[in-house]
């Protein structure tokens, strides 16, 4: 299946801890992206890549850092977690630099 | 700050219905107004897409209406089904240097049978 795929699907873990989220797409795109959806449903950009080079970093905490290894990869790995790091993370990618992201099924981070 | 304002929060029609959709920007920079759909624990996955020199764009039973001089836009879903029920998104595209997409406050749409 063409697909945007992200692990863990579900992340449980206690505040401080150091976690990542993978994710991978296998559509032939050249951009990806890390949406944060908070629990009002709110859907904010943190970062996008184009062919492994960082194009967009949002006001996020530097505590998260992306990692892109190609363009068909990027992780996300966040630092000494907090509360208000609970959400759920979409990876997404698109065919290019501003064309419509294809959401992956998220990741519901919570830290207890 | 929010810069696509999306109303309204939730909206519950009766199957068949006509639910409308709302948003609207400022930012006149924005050259593509994307609507999302997502269904829970799900992704957003896109719905319909409209350019701003377009008025109106149909496809299937979803239709988008644009106002460009009033900076507005719309979902329409005809014959509304119970299956149509799920939180949908407008967003629009920033046109500058890092195009990215700014997304609405989301509908949570609930189709009674």
């Known amino acids: 299946d063409t697909a945007v795929s992200q692990t863990p699907k579900y992340l449980v873990t206690q505040m401080g801890n150091d976690k990542s989220i993978k994710c991978e797409q296998n559509l032939g795109h050249d951009t990806m992206y890390w949406y944060k959806q908070d629990s009002k449903k709110f859907l904010k950009i943190m970062f996008s890549?184009?062919?492994?080079?960082?194009?967009i970093n949002e006001t996020v905490p530097n505590r998260f850092s992306p990692k892109s290894p190609d363009k068909a990869h990027l992780n996300l790995h966040i630092n000494s977690l907090e509360l208000g790091d609970s959400a759920v993370y979409f990876c997404?990618?698109?065919?290019?630099?501003?064309?419509?992201?294809?959401f992956g099924p998220g990741t519901r981070l919570t830290v207890l | 700050q929010q810069q696509v304002k999306q109303s309204p929060q939730s909206l519950i029609v009766q199957k068949g219905g006509i639910p409308i959709i709302n948003c609207a920007y400022e930012?006149?920079?924005?050259?593509?107004f994307p609507w999302y759909q997502q269904f829970p624990g799900k992704g957003p996955a896109l719905l319909i897409a409209?350019?701003?020199?377009?008025s109106e764009k149909k496809e299937g039973r979803f239709t988008i209406s644009f106002n460009k001089s009033a900076k507005q836009f719309s979902l329409h879903i005809m014959d509304s089904q119970p299956g149509d029920s799920a939180t949908y998104f407008c967003?629009?595209?920033?046109?500058?240097?890092?195009?990215?997409?700014?997304f609405g406050t989301g509908t949570l749409l609930a189709v009674q049978p």
């Open positions: 997404a990618s698109s065919l290019q630099r501003g064309g419509h992201p294809f």
């Open positions: 890549y184009n062919n492994k080079e960082l194009i």
């Open positions: 409209i350019r701003p020199d377009v």
């Open positions: 967003a629009a595209r920033d046109g500058g240097a890092t195009n990215k997409l700014i």
């Open positions: 930012n006149t920079a924005f050259d593509y």
